[in-house]
């Protein structure tokens, strides 16, 4: 279990990493979208793939997550953080750079693609951002 959860916490900087690369690049090249463009793209959203098999896979075995406490409590803190707005930010965050991703890879200009990678992927780390267990808001997870 141990494992897993360090795997899930260190992977969080490989695809923060990945989603501001290719965030920088979707805001900086317009005129062409060359195979490079693509694969970063989509390696991005594999990588929010993975991360979430494995959150998928916390959320069902981890002592720190309790689907009943979490939607059901109105208390707030760890319970209710893992169990509810963890797992629901993420969800909609990958979702939404999926479909931005499939909305890139089926558009016909070069400048479309960039510019729909940029806005879905920018919401999707707005997300992340925002649902991440950081260490100052105390709740139980470290920086790795």
Same mark, same amino acid.
């Given at each position: 279990?141990?494992?897993?959860?360090?795997?899930?916490?260190?992977?969080?900087?490989?695809?923060?990493?990945?989603?501001?690369?290719?965030?920088?690049?979707?805001?900086?090249?317009?005129?062409?979208?060359?195979?490079?463009? @693509?694969?970063?793209? /989509?390696?991005?959203?594999?990588?929010?793939? =993975?991360?979430? &098999? *494995?959150?998928? !896979?916390?959320?069902?075995?981890?002592?720190?997550?309790?689907?009943?406490?979490?939607?059901?409590?109105?208390?707030?803190?760890?319970? @209710?953080?893992?169990? /509810?707005?963890?797992?629901?930010?993420?969800? =909609?965050?990958? &979702? *939404?750079?999926? !479909?931005?991703?499939?909305?890139?890879?089926?558009?016909?200009?070069?400048?479309?693609?960039?510019?729909?990678?940029?806005?879905?992927?920018?919401?999707?780390?707005?997300?992340?951002?925002?649902?991440?267990?950081?260490?100052?808001?105390?709740?139980?997870?470290?920086?790795?």
């Amino acid at each position: 279990m141990e494992i897993l959860v360090r795997t899930h916490s260190g992977l969080r900087w490989i695809v923060l990493g990945l989603l501001i690369y290719a965030l920088i690049n979707a805001f900086t090249k317009k005129d062409s979208y060359e195979k490079s463009d @693509r694969l970063l793209n /989509m390696f991005t959203m594999v990588s929010l793939h =993975i991360q979430l &098999v *494995i959150g998928l !896979i916390l959320y069902f075995t981890s002592s720190k997550v309790s689907f009943v406490e979490g939607w059901m409590s109105e208390k707030t803190g760890i319970l @209710r953080f893992y169990g /509810m707005e963890h797992i629901s930010l993420m969800l =909609i965050a990958i &979702v *939404i750079v999926t !479909i931005g991703h499939g909305k890139a890879k089926r558009a016909t200009e070069n400048t479309k693609k960039h510019k729909t990678i940029a806005l879905y992927y920018t919401i999707g780390l707005i997300l992340i951002l925002a649902s991440i267990p950081w260490p100052f808001r105390n709740l139980g997870a470290g920086w790795f």
